[in-house]
C-alpha cells in the first residue's frame, strides 16, 4: 500500500529552538513529496515541494529514498509557524496521499 | 492568484437529507478534488475529476457522488446524509498538465449532520 505516516499528531517547542516534523512514506515507484501547512482559520496552502529543494519560511526538507523519509525542519522556530502541518505523497493522476497531520505548537 | 471558492463555511442537515457543496474554481484547471478532514486521519480523497463530466472515486467515495458540468465547478453530492458524515470538507483544484502540480484548496465547508 502507499501511504504517508506522520507519528506525531502534536508537536510542542519553545521560540528559538530547532524543530523536526517527521514524514515516512511509502510508494512503489519515484515519490513526489510535498508538505501543506494550515495556519490557523486559513485555508490549507503548499508550504513546500521535494523537487524545488527551496527552503520556505526558514523550512527545509530533504527526500531521503533509503529511509523513506521526507523531514520538515527548521533550526529556529517562530511563534507564527504554530500550525497544522500536512505530508502529502503525489501519486497517479496528479493525485495526493496525505498523511494524518502534526500541530506544531511554538510556546513564547 | 488562484481562487477556490466553496459556497458555505458551515451547514447543519438532519439525517436522510439530500446535500449540495458546490466548489467553484477561477484558474480554468483541468483537475478538481473533493476531500474531508478529520482529526487523526488528516485529509482523505473522495471524488476526483480530471475533466468535465469525468469523475474517479478517491479512497473513501461511499455515500457521495459528484458532478462536474462546467470545467469550473465541482459539487459533492450527498445522497442521504447520516452522521458519520459530520466532517470539514476540502475542495482543491490543479492544473492537469506538466507534472506532479500544486493542488490549490477552498476554505473548507463545515457539515454538522443530526
Redesign the interface.
Known sequence: AQRVT?PE?LLSVFKGAPVELKCNYSYSGSP?L?WYVQYSRQ????LL?HISRESIKGFTADLNKGETSFHLKKPFAQEEDSAMY?CAL?HG????Y????TKLNVKP | DVK?TQSSRYLVKRTGEKVFLECVQDMDHE?M?W?RQDP??????IY?S?DVKMK?K?DIPEGYSVSREKKERFSLILESASTNQTSMY?C?S?P?HG?????Y????TRLTVT
Open positions: 506522520q499528531k513526489e510535498f485555508r490549507l496552502q503548499l515541494r500536512y503525489g493522476f496528479n493525485k495526493f496525505f498523511g494524518s497531520g | 477556490v483537475n478534488f476531500y487523526g486521519l488528516g485529509l482523505r480523497l476526483f480530471y474517479e478517491g476540502l482543491a490543479s492537469g507534472g506532479m502540480n500544486e493542488q484548496f477552498g476554505p473548507g
